[in-house]
C-alpha cells in the first residue's frame, strides 16, 4: 500500500495550473535549481507591506529600500527594482493612509 501524501494548498493550486510540473515538484520531489528572480521582488513588496501595515509610517517602508538596494546607483537592475518598489509603496500608501484598521 502507498503511504499517504500529505497535502497543501500551494500544492493544489499548482495541481489546477499544471498537473506536469505538480507531479514533478511532489510526487518526484523535483524542484528548479535557480529561483525565479521576479519572486524576490515579490516576497520585497511582501516585506514592505508588513511594515506599512505595522507602523502606517511610507519613512520606515523607504528606510527598508536602503538597506536592501545598497548599490541601487552602480546597478542598474537594483536601481530598476528600487524605482519600482517605490512607487509600489507610495501608491499604496496614498490610497490606503487614511484607511481604518478594516482595510
Excluded at 27 to 53: G, Q, S
Aim: proline share 4%; net charge positive; hydrophobic share 30%.
Amino acid at each position: 500500500m502507498t503511504p499517504r501524501m500529505t497535502t497543501t494548498y500551494s500544492m493544489w493550486s499548482l495541481f489546477r495550473n499544471c498537473r506536469k510540473v505538480c507531479y514533478w515538484r511532489y510526487a518526484r520531489e523535483l524542484a528548479p535549481i535557480k529561483r525565479d528572480p521576479r519572486l524576490d521582488l515579490v516576497t520585497l513588496i511582501h516585506e514592505c507591506l508588513e511594515i506599512w501595515h505595522n507602523r502606517r509610517d511610507l519613512t520606515a517602508v523607504l528606510g527598508h529600500f536602503d538597506r536592501r538596494f545598497p548599490g541601487r546607483t552602480q546597478d542598474d537592475a537594483q536601481g530598476r527594482d528600487c524605482r519600482l518598489t517605490t512607487a509600489i509603496m507610495v501608491g499604496y500608501a496614498g490610497r490606503y493612509s487614511s484607511c481604518s484598521s478594516r482595510c
